[in-house]
Nanobody, 126 residues
Framework: QLQASGGGLVQPGGSLRLSCAAS????????ISWFRQAPGKEREAVTC????????KYADSVKGRFTISRDNSKNTVYLQMNSLKPEDTAVYYC?????????????????????WGQGTLVTVSS
């Protein structure tokens, strides 16, 4: 099970930290990703992190602003979001599936990630 939390309303330029708490599986064996879905749009990949935390990928739209990290002792992955923009407004989902880390060419594909948590809404607005 994956439980995302930490969403809310924030002004442009502000920051939020999302959390994804895991249970029911051996957390530190699996990669974790964040996707997001804005109203009327397809769900898109934001970032992912390998099981050990040493390998990360980011979508171009969030590079330099978002940081993914994980604490395997707490079975939790974090998404630190800085310099937020109105276009970051979306429901954010965490997901898992690949052992270790995904194949590089597949990390942004929804079908790579088998198990999804419920989303948390992030609204960036003044």
């Amino acid at each position: 099970q994956l439980q995302a939390s930490g969403g809310g309303l924030v002004q442009p330029g502000g920051s939020l930290r999302l959390s994804c708490a895991a249970s029911g599986f051996t957390f530190d064996d699996y990669a974790i990703s964040w996707f997001r879905q804005a109203p009327g749009k397809e769900r898109e990949a934001v970032t992912c992190i390998s099981s050990g935390g040493g390998w990360k990928k980011y979508a171009d739209s969030v590079k330099g602003r978002f940081t993914i990290s994980r604490d395997n002792s707490k079975n939790t992955v974090y998404l630190q979001m800085n310099s937020l923009k109105p276009e970051d407004t979306a429901v954010y989902y965490c997901a898992t599936g690949p052992l270790g880390r995904p194949i590089l060419s597949s990390w942004a594909r929804r079908e790579t990630w088998s198990y999804w948590g419920q989303g948390t809404l992030v609204t960036v607005s003044s």
